[in-house]
């Protein structure tokens, strides 16, 4: 069965540091792959998307995302973190093979000033 | 162009009653998917439509229904409320079947059953 796995409930990071979000998928072929972002209290924002060919992505803003093939994974980042990103990140998977898209259970970005 | 437009935004509902909740996809997108998001089981699908067929459904009762009218606008039904059913609902938009080019999400309408 597909699933996808964050496996960070909660993350924290200092103002102006580097981050990464993990993503895992399980699914034989490769999926179209999507991170979204979700301030509270509202929906989710289309981060990025990967559907094929160059496997390191850009979004808005700021964000980036590389897809590796070999690890099943699609890891989001950003260089330096801002206090105006600190809300939940959810990664997805779909396609046209699938029947429905799939959510991660989402990761909870903390900021320190 | 305008988003996707979810109404009302906040709803207080008893137990047993019925509530509908309404969402305008953007412009062009045929396909509208709605998703349940509560705390303890994150973001679970209800069921998707695509030029007013319903394509996919989730796990969810009966009580749980909804349509598609032939401007793509959705609604949502859930009958005879229990307090479970409290929730953020969201609605996304997009214009290729099962959200494939990505899905546009509403704010959401937030449910309290009382």
């Known amino acids: 069965a597909q699933s996808v796995t964050q496996p960070d409930i909660h993350i924290t990071v200092s103002e102006g540091a580097s981050l990464e979000l993990r993503c895992n998928y399980s699914?034989?072929?490769?999926?179209?792959l999507f991170w979204y972002v979700q301030s509270p209290g509202q929906g989710l924002q289309l981060l990025l998307k990967?559907?094929?060919?160059?496997?390191l992505v850009q979004g808005i803003k700021g964000f980036e995302a590389e897809f590796k093939r070999s690890q099943s994974s699609f890891n989001l980042r950003k260089p330096s973190v801002h206090w105006s990103d600190a809300a939940e990140y959810f990664c997805?998977?779909?396609?046209?093979?699938?029947?429905?898209?799939?959510f991660g259970s989402g990761t909870k970005l903390n900021v320190k000033p | 162009k305008a988003g996707v437009t979810q109404t009302p935004r906040y709803l207080i509902k008893t137990r047993g009653q019925q509530v509908t909740l309404s969402c305008s996809p953007i412009?062009?997108?045929?396909?509208v998917s709605w998703y349940q998001q509560t705390p303890g089981q994150g973001l679970q699908f209800l069921f998707e439509?695509?030029?007013?067929?319903?394509?996919n459904k989730g796990n969810f009762p009966g009580r749980f229904s909804g349509r598609q009218f032939s401007n793509s606008r959705s609604e949502m039904n859930v009958s005879t409320l229990e307090l479970g059913d409290s929730a953020l609902y969201l609605c996304?938009?997009?214009?290729?079947?099962?959200?494939?080019?990505?899905?546009?999400f509403g704010s959401g309408t937030r449910l309290t059953v009382v």
């Open positions: 412009s062009g997108h045929r396909s």
């Open positions: 996304a938009s997009s214009a290729a079947a099962r959200g494939v080019d990505g899905y546009t």
């Open positions: 439509y695509f030029s007013e067929t319903q394509r």
């Open positions: 997805a998977v779909g396609g046209s093979n699938f029947n429905k898209f799939y």
């Open positions: 990967y559907f094929s060919g160059d496997t």
């Open positions: 699914y034989g072929a490769t999926p179209y």
